[in-house]
């Protein structure tokens, strides 16, 4: 059973960093092909992608987000963490994290950035 | 960035019935286009992979349909869990798009 979780501040002030970490379990992102996925809703907003981290290290970003994320993995802790450089508002959503493109998601986890 | 639209926006079917839900690609995406059921305050669950399957323990009321640009979400008879919004997605191509999703409301 594919499971996935996601953890970080609920709060962040406008120009802070945001961490945000993916604990998984039931697949191994040491497996050739496969991946996990960052995506944000803002509320009552579609669904965006915002990075994908491969088995083999390989990553994908937002281009208009680029400058800002950072994606890493620590595959024998089955966790994934998202970084993301100063915080805007309308960075205020909830973050999801996926397995592959989207096969299984995250409950989600909600984040504010206000001062 | 391939763009995703969807139509319509809202759709407006009584229980029972079958509601059709349609996505369009800005360019082609051949079979690499999902779709995902979002009930209210839940995360996404995909239910269509590869245009026309579906995934482990969708019900067979839902099928997906269209290659190339065009895609289908059909809902055979609407039963009240359906009452959502769902919404496609391409990962044909980096960035992965969704669309802008079309509610699905009760008539």
């Known amino acids: 059973q594919i499971t996935l979780k996601e953890s970080g501040p609920t709060l962040v002030k406008p120009t802070q960093t945001l961490t945000l970490t993916c604990m998984f379990s039931g697949f191994s992102l040491s497996t050739s092909g496969v991946h996990v996925g960052w995506i944000r809703q803002p509320p009552g907003k579609a669904l965006e992608w915002l990075a994908l981290?491969?088995?083999?290290?390989?990553?994908r970003y937002s281009p208009s987000l680029k400058s800002r994320l950072t994606v890493t993995k620590d595959s024998s802790k089955n966790q994934v963490v998202l970084t993301m450089t100063n915080v805007d508002p309308v960075d205020t959503g909830t973050y999801y994290c996926s397995h592959q493109s989207g096969t299984f998601w995250g409950q989600g986890t909600l984040v504010t950035v206000s001062s | 960035e391939i763009v995703m639209t969807q139509s319509p926006a809202t759709l407006s079917v009584s229980p029972g019935e079958r509601a059709t839900l349609s996505c369009r690609a800005s360019q082609s995406v051949s079979s690499n286009v999902g779709w995902l059921q979002q009930r209210p305050g839940q995360s996404p669950r995909l239910l269509i992979f590869g245009a026309s399957t579906r995934a482990t323990g969708i019900p067979a009321r839902f099928s997906g349909s269209g290659s190339g640009t065009e895609f289908t979400l059909t809902i055979s008879s609407l039963q009240s869990e359906d009452f959502a919004v769902y919404y496609c997605q391409q990962y044909d191509d980096w960035p992965y798009t969704f669309g802008q999703g079309t509610k699905l409301e009760i008539k």
């Open positions: 981290i491969y088995w083999d290290d390989d990553k």
